[in-house]
């Protein structure tokens, strides 16, 4: 009796030693993730200056262009929203950035660098040190860019540019602040690469999440190297996280059990990172397909513009980026977790001479809108006008495009239209561009109201391209829909014997949002009929029809 009492106290001594010991690794190891956390939340804001500050220099940059190129007489260069009290004698004073949010507090970057230092003995050496070094770089980098910021204040203050005709002392200062957003990105990413390896391995039911950043990271790197071969797989490798994450927020108490998650599934942002890894998705596509950037940004180039522009709109973002919402997420746990580090946006600096070069090009060129070599149209409209269809976005943009591009035609572009929504019907036989006003009757007389029958409106508009084609021109079946139908074996296979008779099928879609399942089936059907796909919105909507009419040039 005596002896099982000594065993049973043995086993919960033992227990209590086991629970303790782990206690005070968990313990451990959440004080080594605050202080690695503190490294990450000192460059995120310090990426969020970055930030305001390269859209002031793009616009600063282009003020100088048109200054140099004798098309303004001043510069103008304010940078007091995100620079308060700023001075320099030998030494930082104060280097704040605002909140996103108007009038929020400010922050202090100069205290978010110190308190790396508070915890930092809970990380192991030598990582500690190398970790400190990549730090105090980036904190002297951003020291020099706001010491240039300062400098190009000054400059334009005291009117400096009326002396300095050439520009020679801000274009030296621009691409001096080029380097420095460089050297600021290496620097992140060595800090990047130190707090992944002291990161411990994080719990099975985090793993889709952590796959989402990884490879929404990986896409947003591609679109910045300009790599677009990379994107296929890694954005198939993204949907596949994004599918295994979209299973567990259905039963997301069960499969977070555990870690004693205290949140709501919408307010804590896991589905927000799941609909902006969606985004990520489309966008890289975009990028891929050299969609369509505003003028502004011609002169920088597909990748810049798609990077700045369209893919940290989504990864970063300040407080309202997939990063971020992965951080405020696992901030909800029991435990503390490594967080993810924002994206350094990049600056280039475009001389007046590319703008210049730019513009003679445009000028010798036709118009963007412009016909002009194109081979003559034989354009068959075939156009969905389902009930689904009943929105402005879809409906009333699609008649306004197909508008524009009449007015754009000539008289040996023939245009026909042919609705479906229950039976297919042609409103309009082939009627050449000469008589805009017809063309333009059958467009308005279009009511939304029935269900998407495709098959039957194919095959018609099939038949009148045929009867109109025109040797050595465009025949072109353009079918526009918000995607709400079946694409089945037996379509794709009719759609793909039809273009063996140099008719070609490009598939539209009119809606407001593009579902990536939607987009893969409307570019399969696109494919297989020799054509083009495109998600048409309003920013774009002119220019797809026209690259659509542009798509055959005169032999």
Same mark, same amino acid.
């Given at each position: 009796?005596? @002896?099982?009492?000594?065993?049973?106290?043995?086993?919960?001594?033992? +227990?209590?030693?086991?629970?303790?010991?782990?206690?005070?690794?968990?313990?451990?190891?959440?004080?080594?993730?605050?202080?690695?956390?503190?490294?990450?939340?000192?460059?995120?804001?310090?990426?969020?200056?970055?930030?305001?500050?390269?859209?002031?220099?793009?616009?600063?940059?282009?003020?100088?262009?048109?200054?140099?190129?004798?098309?303004?007489?001043?510069?103008?260069?304010?940078? @007091?929203?995100? /620079?308060?009290?700023?001075?320099? &004698?030998?030494? %930082?004073? $104060?280097?704040?950035?605002?909140?996103?949010?108007?009038?929020?507090?400010?922050?202090?970057? @100069?205290? %978010?660098?110190?308190?790396?230092?508070?915890?930092?003995?809970?990380?192991?050496?030598?990582?500690?040190?190398?970790?400190?070094?990549?730090?105090?770089?980036?904190?002297?980098?951003?020291?020099?860019?706001?010491?240039?910021?300062?400098?190009?204040?000054?400059?334009?203050?005291? @009117?400096?540019?009326?002396?300095?005709?050439?520009?020679?002392?801000?274009?030296?200062?621009?691409?001096?602040?080029?380097?420095?957003?460089?050297?600021?990105?290496?620097?992140?990413?060595?800090?990047?690469?130190?707090?992944?390896?002291?990161?411990?391995?994080?719990?099975?039911?985090?793993?889709?999440?952590? &796959?989402?950043?990884?490879?929404?990271?990986?896409?947003?790197?591609?679109?910045?190297?300009?790599?677009?071969?990379?994107?296929?797989?890694?954005?198939?490798?993204?949907?596949?996280?994004?599918?295994?994450?979209?299973?567990?927020?259905?039963?997301?108490?069960?499969?977070?059990?555990?870690?004693?998650?205290?949140?709501?599934?919408?307010?804590?942002?896991?589905?927000?990172?799941?609909?902006?890894?969606?985004?990520?998705?489309?966008?890289?596509?975009?990028?891929?397909?050299?969609?369509?950037?505003?003028?502004?940004?011609?002169?920088?180039?597909? $990748?810049?513009?798609?990077?700045?522009?369209?893919?940290? +709109?989504?990864?970063?973002?300040?407080?309202?980026?997939?990063?971020?919402?992965?951080?405020?997420?696992?901030? =909800?746990?029991?435990?503390? =977790?490594?967080?993810?580090?924002?994206?350094?946006?990049? =600056?280039?600096?475009?001389?007046?001479?590319?703008?210049?070069?730019?513009?003679?090009?445009?000028?010798?060129?036709?118009?963007?809108?412009?016909?002009?070599?194109?081979?003559?149209?034989?354009?068959? =409209?075939?156009?969905?006008?389902? $009930?689904?269809?009943?929105?402005?976005?879809?409906?009333?943009?699609?008649?306004?495009?197909?508008?524009?591009? /009449?007015?754009?035609?000539?008289?040996?572009?023939?245009?026909?239209?042919?609705?479906?929504?229950?039976?297919?019907?042609?409103?309009? &036989?082939?009627?050449?561009?000469?008589?805009?006003?017809?063309?333009?009757?059958?467009?308005?007389?279009?009511?939304?109201?029935?269900?998407?029958?495709?098959?039957?409106?194919?095959?018609?508009?099939?038949?009148? +391209?045929?009867?109109?084609?025109?040797?050595?021109?465009?025949?072109?079946?353009?079918?526009?829909?918000?995607? +709400?139908?079946?694409?089945?074996?037996?379509?794709?296979?009719?759609?793909?014997?039809?273009?063996?008779?140099?008719?070609?099928?490009?598939?539209?879609?009119?809606?407001?949002?593009?579902?990536?399942?939607?987009?893969?089936?409307?570019?399969?059907?696109?494919?297989?009929?020799?054509?083009?796909?495109?998600?048409?919105?309003?920013?774009?909507?002119?220019?797809?029809?026209?690259?659509? $009419? &542009?798509?055959?040039?005169?032999?």
């Amino acid at each position: 009796m005596c @002896r099982r009492i000594w065993v049973v106290v043995f086993i919960v001594l033992a +227990a209590n030693l086991v629970g303790n010991a782990q206690n005070t690794r968990n313990s451990r190891t959440d004080k080594k993730h605050e202080a690695v956390n503190s490294y990450i939340k000192f460059t995120n804001e310090t990426i969020h200056l970055l930030w305001d500050l390269h859209v002031k220099l793009e616009r600063f940059n282009k003020e100088a262009n048109m200054y140099k190129l004798g098309k303004s007489s001043s510069l103008t260069f304010e940078t @007091r929203q995100f /620079v308060n009290d700023f001075a320099f &004698n030998s030494k %930082l004073k $104060a280097v704040c950035a605002t909140k996103p949010a108007e009038g929020g507090v400010l922050v202090d970057l @100069r205290d %978010l660098y110190e308190q790396t230092s508070v915890g930092n003995g809970y990380i192991p050496m030598p990582q500690r040190s190398i970790l400190n070094k990549y730090r105090d770089e980036l904190y002297f980098s951003l020291i020099s860019v706001l010491g240039l910021t300062d400098s190009l204040s000054q400059y334009v203050r005291i @009117r400096q540019y009326r002396v300095d005709k050439e520009l020679t002392h801000v274009y030296g200062i621009l691409k001096e602040m080029a380097k420095l957003y460089g050297e600021i990105q290496f620097q992140k990413d060595q800090m990047e690469r130190l707090c992944k390896q002291l990161s411990e391995p994080i719990p099975p039911a985090l793993k889709s999440l952590q &796959n989402i950043m990884n490879y929404s990271r990986e896409i947003l790197i591609a679109v910045r190297d300009d790599q677009p071969k990379k994107l296929p797989q890694l954005s198939r490798m993204l949907q596949a996280s994004v599918e295994v994450a979209e299973r567990m927020k259905k039963n997301t108490r069960a499969n977070l059990l555990g870690l004693d998650l205290y949140y709501n599934v919408e307010s804590s942002g896991y589905g927000h990172m799941i609909k902006y890894a969606e985004q990520i998705q489309l966008r890289a596509d975009e990028y891929t397909r050299k969609g369509w950037m505003p003028e502004d940004f011609e002169v920088y180039g597909n $990748a810049y513009y798609f990077y700045n522009e369209r893919m940290l +709109a989504v990864f970063n973002h300040h407080k309202y980026g997939i990063a971020a919402y992965y951080n405020r997420f696992i901030g =909800f746990a029991n435990r503390v =977790f490594v967080k993810e580090m924002e994206e350094v946006p990049l =600056f280039k600096v475009i001389s007046p001479e590319k703008v210049q070069m730019l513009a003679d090009k445009k000028n010798n060129t036709p118009g963007p809108n412009s016909l002009q070599g194109a081979a003559s149209n034989n354009m068959v =409209f075939l156009l969905d006008v389902s $009930a689904s269809m009943d929105r402005p976005e879809k409906l009333n943009l699609l008649k306004e495009s197909i508008s524009f591009l /009449v007015d754009q035609m000539r008289p040996e572009d023939e245009v026909s239209i042919i609705i479906y929504s229950g039976d297919a019907r042609v409103i309009l &036989n082939p009627t050449s561009a000469l008589f805009k006003a017809e063309i333009k009757s059958a467009i308005r007389s279009m009511r939304p109201g029935g269900k998407t029958k495709a098959m039957q409106g194919l095959k018609e508009a099939y038949r009148v +391209a045929e009867r109109n084609f025109i040797a050595g021109g465009n025949n072109r079946i353009i079918m526009a829909s918000d995607g +709400a139908f079946d694409i089945n074996d037996s379509i794709l296979k009719y759609v793909g014997k039809k273009s063996l008779n140099s008719i070609s099928l490009s598939v539209l879609l009119f809606n407001k949002l593009e579902n990536i399942r939607v987009a893969e089936e409307l570019t399969r059907l696109a494919n297989r009929g020799g054509g083009n796909y495109s998600h048409v919105q309003p920013e774009n909507a002119k220019q797809v029809l026209i690259m659509e $009419a &542009n798509s055959v040039r005169r032999q």
